[in-house]
């Protein structure tokens, strides 16, 4: 079977699109990377994607007036990279309806939050002050608001007492690390269908038992 060739776009250290380059050079892996994306020339993560031998194309959003334009940019240097399909990882631009609309059900995103909790900056933040006993991350494919969109994968990650947001960040890093991969398998087998606002899955047993935080006795 075709891997499906994917684009990652970023805007920072690119830890994900790591996770997602290590996933991808597995044999048998159903996906590649064929193209990252930065609109910040100075995006660590562009220096992984150049040591995976990956092609690499910085579009400056600060050079075009409007979204639209850069959009559109966007999609063309995408679809002249060979681009099927579009992960986003750290990337901090929002896309506009248009976009979104070119690529149906072919953008996935991840989100340091079990949405549809906590959206937008500051998840971790949003967390703690919540006082909630589980957060954990999100993949999901996008829609044009703000994280938003059907879910493929969540991880529930604990509070621990005495976290600040580096260490639970840190934590829910980790657990992003292995659910991006798995969504983009469960996305490039086919086996994720949207259905309205769902995505059923193929093939998937489901959680296996409860995560209860503090740990009941
Ligand atoms: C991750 O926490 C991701 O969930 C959020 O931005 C961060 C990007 O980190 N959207 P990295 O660049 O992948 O290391």
């Given at each position: 079977m075709a891997r499906l060739k994917c684009a990652v776009l970023i805007s920072g250290r690119g830890s994900n699109l790591q996770a997602l380059l290590d996933a991808c050079a597995k044999p048998g892996f159903p996906a590649e990377i064929v193209a990252v994306v930065s609109n910040?020339?100075?995006?660590?993560g562009l220096e992984r994607a150049r040591a995976a031998g990956v092609a690499t194309r910085v579009i400056d959003h600060r050079e075009f007036a409007e979204r639209e334009a850069f959009d559109a940019a966007l999609d063309a240097a995408l679809r002249k990279m060979g681009a099927e399909f579009i992960c986003l990882a750290g990337f901090m631009r929002l896309l506009g309806a248009a976009f979104v609309t070119a690529w149906p059900n072919r953008i996935l995103n991840i989100h340091p939050s079990l949405l549809p909790a906590f959206k937008g900056l500051d998840s971790h933040e949003q967390a703690l002050a919540a006082g909630v006993r589980l957060t954990g991350c999100t993949v999901h494919f996008v829609r044009a608001e703000l994280d938003d969109g059907p879910i493929v994968v969540q991880a529930a990650v604990p509070v621990h007492p005495g976290d600040d947001t580096e260490r639970l960040a840190a934590r829910v890093l980790e657990a992003e690390h292995r659910c991006y991969p798995l969504a983009l398998r469960l996305v490039a087998e086919d086996r994720a269908r949207v259905e309205g606002s769902r995505v059923v899955l193929d093939g998937t047993t489901g959680a296996v038992s409860a995560l209860i935080n503090p740990e009941p006795g």
């Amino acid at each position: 079977m075709a891997r499906l060739k994917c684009a990652v776009l970023i805007s920072g250290r690119g830890s994900n699109l790591q996770a997602l380059l290590d996933a991808c050079a597995k044999p048998g892996f159903p996906a590649e990377i064929v193209a990252v994306v930065s609109n910040r020339a100075d995006a660590g993560g562009l220096e992984r994607a150049r040591a995976a031998g990956v092609a690499t194309r910085v579009i400056d959003h600060r050079e075009f007036a409007e979204r639209e334009a850069f959009d559109a940019a966007l999609d063309a240097a995408l679809r002249k990279m060979g681009a099927e399909f579009i992960c986003l990882a750290g990337f901090m631009r929002l896309l506009g309806a248009a976009f979104v609309t070119a690529w149906p059900n072919r953008i996935l995103n991840i989100h340091p939050s079990l949405l549809p909790a906590f959206k937008g900056l500051d998840s971790h933040e949003q967390a703690l002050a919540a006082g909630v006993r589980l957060t954990g991350c999100t993949v999901h494919f996008v829609r044009a608001e703000l994280d938003d969109g059907p879910i493929v994968v969540q991880a529930a990650v604990p509070v621990h007492p005495g976290d600040d947001t580096e260490r639970l960040a840190a934590r829910v890093l980790e657990a992003e690390h292995r659910c991006y991969p798995l969504a983009l398998r469960l996305v490039a087998e086919d086996r994720a269908r949207v259905e309205g606002s769902r995505v059923v899955l193929d093939g998937t047993t489901g959680a296996v038992s409860a995560l209860i935080n503090p740990e009941p006795g």
